[in-house]
């Protein structure tokens, strides 16, 4: 018996610039960080010839092919998992929530299966076959942000180059910034659950298309990600916090469908009552609000008096690990 703690992320810059029908033609950038939010996988050898598998459903099935949750189903696929094991997944946060469920959620299992297995594997390694399986086998439109910052944990720069390789580089900040990083960024739950997929299928086909305005949205947001990097290394997060504005910008120009009007009055609200910039955290109309506040108990007393859910967080410098074995 094993147990496996893998983060979740917000993404702090160029998100969006990760997608291959991107970074392929033009390299991409983004800084992501992992928080103390996570999927918890757990996994057991059993003396029957079967899968059982426990998550917000229960399984109990005599072949690979007849798992229902897609990334249950290819990881044992392509790991060629015999019958024989149990695993159970519980999380902190729910699914579809733009904090990179789905590609945590495929490193913890792979972190898992490897570990009882007693196979080593890098986290790049882990990150690369998280992303395999759900960029190439199950050809969902996704970036490989998720997967990478799960298996590496922190706060970290990935440079996703046109070859498919990926450079990760930490972000060089002081323990003073990221204090104050943890300080001030506060992140707001809208009570919407929605999958990626749309919005981001979306974006891949255009960009795959060559559409010019989404090309340049998107060159302009990887910019953005790098000054970001370069405001936090010199410690100048109000700064950051206004970027942060300016990238919610790019983001919504992406597609009509990225916000709707109670996020832009939540927006407008937590702008006029401490917040320097935020954006919504993932592809867009659901999931969290992030904001960098100068003033977070006034910004956390507004948007909770307005109905939102704040979610308190600090930042994961572990990745995925083993929690637990027996």
């Known amino acids: 018996m094993l147990i496996t703690r893998t983060p979740l992320r917000i993404s702090i810059g160029g998100g969006g610039t990760d997608l291959p029908s991107f970074y392929r033609r033009r390299s991409g950038f983004v800084i992501s960080a992992a928080i103390n939010k996570y999927v918890f996988l757990g996994v057991n050898r059993t003396f029957t010839q079967e899968y059982m598998l426990k998550y917000s459903q229960q399984e109990r099935v005599a072949t690979i092919p007849e798992i229902k949750h897609a990334l249950f189903r290819e990881v044992f696929r392509e790991r060629n998992t015999p019958p024989g094991i149990e695993v159970m997944s519980m999380a902190d946060i729910p699914a579809g929530t733009g904090l990179g ?11 898992a299966l490897n570990a009882i297995d007693r196979r080593h594997v890098t986290a790049g390694q882990l990150a690369e076959d998280a992303a395999h399986v759900e960029i190439d086998v199950l050809g969902e439109p996704v970036g490989k942000q998720d997967q990478y910052i799960a298996a590496y944990g922190g706060l970290t720069c990935f440079e996703f180059h046109p070859d498919d390789r990926v450079t990760a580089t930490p972000l060089a900040i002081s323990e003073d910034t990221l204090h104050d990083l943890e300080e001030h960024l506060l992140l707001f739950f809208t009570g919407f659950a929605r999958p990626a997929s749309a919005i981001l299928g979306d974006q891949h086909t255009r960009t795959n298309d060559g559409d010019q305005a989404m090309l340049d949205n998107l060159e302009r947001t990887k910019d953005l990600g790098l000054r970001i990097r370069d405001v936090l290394e010199a410690g100048k997060t109000e700064e950051f916090g206004e970027l942060m504005n300016e990238h919610w910008q790019r983001k919504r120009a992406r597609s009509s469908g990225m916000s709707n009007p109670d996020i832009d009055r939540w927006y407008d609200k937590a702008i006029a009552n401490g917040a320097v910039g935020g954006k919504l955290v993932g592809a867009g109309t659901g999931g ?10 006034r910004l956390r007393a507004a948007l909770t008096a307005d109905g939102l859910q704040e979610t308190r967080f600090s930042f994961d410098l572990d990745g995925s690990i083993v929690l637990f074995r027996d």
């Open 288 to 297: 969290f609000l992030m904001f960098y506040a100068t003033d977070a108990p």
């Open 101 to 111: 469920s789905s590609g945590t959620f495929t490193v913890g299992l792979l972190r």
